[in-house]
């Protein structure tokens, strides 16, 4: 996917420090599959909406096959 949306539901947010620079690994599984596989995006923390709570559903954007930003859908 060169650029896109995905739709998932958030399992946990878990914060990874790398040399000093804290990212965010952000845990989903696919909407139309709750239970199914849990997926792993790795972004920076500016890239991720505040607040979000495990079962908020959540939109991914993509560009070039990686997440840039994750946002609670209403």
Do not use: C, N
């Not at 946990?12 to 690994?25: A, E, F, N, R, W």
């Not at 972004?43 to 560009?63: K, Q, W």
């Amino acid at each position: 996917m060169l650029k896109g949306t995905r739709y998932g539901i958030l399992k946990k947010v878990q914060p990874v420090s790398i040399h000093g620079q804290v990212s965010l690994d952000i845990f989903f599984t696919d909407v139309e599959d709750p239970d199914g596989q849990t997926h792993v995006a790795r972004m920076g923390s500016e890239a991720v909406t505040r607040h979000l709570e495990p079962g908020d559903r959540i939109r991914l954007e993509y560009l070039v096959g990686v997440a840039v930003k994750v946002e609670r859908v209403p």
